[in-house]
């Protein structure tokens, strides 16, 4: 599984991929939040009207999705 130091280091890349999964990211916030999984995700319950237990587990099946994509190109 991908982990969010993996994501950080390519976060120009990685939040195209957020984004597109959950489309309330606004860029000027990133800054903020890309330093702090924690943080990141209560973000995410937030604004996408969610819990944080199911912005964590949404979460984490993009870090699993990515994970996989990386292991199959």
């Known amino acids: ?7 950080t280091q ?6 195209g991929v957020l984004r597109n999964e959950f489309p309330k990211l606004e860029k000027s916030a990133m800054p903020f939040l890309k330093g702090d999984q924690d943080r990141f995700e209560s973000y995410l319950a937030a604004t996408h ?8 587990t949404a979460f984490d099946a993009i870090l699993a999705a990515k994970a996989q994509d990386f292991h199959t190109t």
């Open 10 to 15: 390519n976060w120009a890349e990685n939040y």
């Open 49 to 56: 009207d969610m819990t944080l237990d199911e912005a964590r």
């Open 1 to 7: 599984m991908m982990n969010w130091t993996d994501l």
